[in-house]
């Protein structure tokens, strides 16, 4: 499996932006899809952004967060970034990060983002 560590997460004001990063610790060019997933309490997990590595780079976005996140990579540092702006208290969830192709589909341990009101 890939390993995947978050980081980047915490405590912002409803407003306020935050960037979550992905080290993933194999090549990211190796995955067809990385990307976010949030998962909020009560809640089931859903989709927040994420990448197509091997097709150019196509992204797709949850429509909880579409024009408010943007979904990057840095294939040098294996590194995958989630920069998302006007946040809102309904943000609030752990962030997990997701690597997948034909062998793997690895979650990171997930990155808390609390957003107050």
């Known amino acids: 499996q890939v390993q995947l560590v978050e980081s980047g997460g915490g405590l912002v004001q409803a407003g306020g932006s935050l960037r979550l990063s992905c080290a993933a610790s194999?090549?990211?060019?190796?995955?067809?899809?990385m990307g976010w997933y949030r998962q909020a309490p009560g809640k089931e997990r859903e989709l927040v952004a994420v990448?197509?590595?091997?097709?150019?780079?196509?992204?797709t976005y949850g429509n909880s967060v579409k024009g408010r996140s943007t979904i990057s990579r840095d294939n040098a540092k294996n590194t995958v970034y989630l920069q998302m702006n006007s946040l809102k208290p309904e943000d609030t969830a752990i962030y997990y990060c997701?690597?997948?192709?034909?062998?793997?589909?690895?979650w990171g341990q997930g990155i808390q983002v609390t957003v107050s009101s």
């Open positions: 194999e090549t990211i060019s190796s995955m067809n899809i």
């Open positions: 990448m197509a590595v091997r097709s150019g780079g196509a992204t």
């Open positions: 997701n690597a997948r192709n034909s062998l793997h589909n690895s």
